[in-house]
């Protein structure tokens, strides 16, 4: 990481620094985050993902989570205290930022007993940013873009083109080509993730309870403020239905599927937080 910028720097050469120091920040962290979760595969896979390394790597993996959504949460504070403006909606406002979320929820799991499957998302995200920043900014400074030989009928006074490296544009077309559908499967993971803390806490396991309740306001955010989260739902009620709608099925198991859905909807309009930030628009995860 580069060195803190010196006392004696003009101040718009300081915050240049600070901005490109923290952005580092972020990518290391998002490296961490995805060499931690690789370590702790290779424990899982042999079944010791309690021991003393899997367990570390498991921890870290979540402070580099922390950490990154942190330097996120930060810089956008920053940039509201420089123009004045307020968070829409106060506290509840703040609690709407998908990052705010990202960051509390790995906090929570950072202290929370280990479910391996809550690394999943955030290793996907991860993929993505790491690849960003390396095709925008790794790449350049290792392999700068060669300058390209303007034609004849080139205009003399236009902007010299540049040529990016092949390995940029790999990266740029692996994420524009998965990027949405990795997305959607990472709004089946949290909600797949949702199911096993609910069998957790219908076996009273260890703080299953109040991670329960935890998740699933966080899940109920993500909810409001992802297509790719509805979505999912969306297939997975059809789904059932489909299951359900078969001759055959007992009446009592569609009374039961019918109670579920009227429950869940009851609990959807009931937690609308739009209702209580005044229709402000959710501030969207950035990257």
């Known amino acids: 990481m580069a060195p803190p910028p010196p006392a004696d720097m003009p101040l718009p050469q300081r915050l240049q620094k600070l901005a490109s120091t923290l952005q580092f920040a972020w990518f290391a962290g998002h490296a961490v985050l995805i060499l931690c979760i690789t370590r702790y595969a290779f424990s899982w896979i042999r079944f010791n993902y309690y021991g003393g390394m899997a367990s570390f790597c498991y921890r870290s993996a979540f402070v580099a989570a922390a950490s990154t959504y942190g330097i996120v949460v930060y810089k956008t504070w920053r940039a509201r205290q420089k123009t004045g403006a307020k968070q829409p909606g106060g506290a509840l406002g703040y609690l709407s930022d998908e990052n705010v979320q990202y960051l509390l929820m ?126 999912s739902f969306a297939q997975f009620e059809a789904r059932v239905d489909n299951l359900i709608g078969a001759q055959g099925t007992p009446p009592g198991a569609r009374q039961a599927w019918d109670t579920v859905k009227g429950v869940a909807r009851q609990f959807h309009g009931a937690t609308d937080v739009n209702k209580y930030v005044n229709g402000a628009a959710a501030p969207k995860k950035s990257s």
Do not use: C
């Open 106 to 231: 790995a906090l929570v799991w950072l202290f929370m007993p280990q479910y391996p499957l809550a690394l999943l998302p955030y290793g996907i995200y991860s993929i993505f940013h790491v690849a960003t920043y390396t095709r925008a900014n790794v790449i350049p400074t290792i392999a700068p873009p060669q300058k390209l030989v303007p034609g004849a009928a080139a205009s003399p006074n236009g902007k010299p083109q540049y040529a990016p490296h092949p390995m940029a544009d790999a990266i740029g077309s692996f994420v524009k080509k998965y990027y949405d559908s990795s997305m959607s499967v990472v709004a089946s993971l949290e909600i797949a993730l949702w199911a096993r803390i609910f069998l957790s806490a219908l076996f009273f396991q260890r703080r299953s309870w109040i991670l329960i309740a935890v998740y699933t306001a966080f899940l109920r955010a993500r909810y409001a403020q992802s297509s790719h989260v509805k979505n």
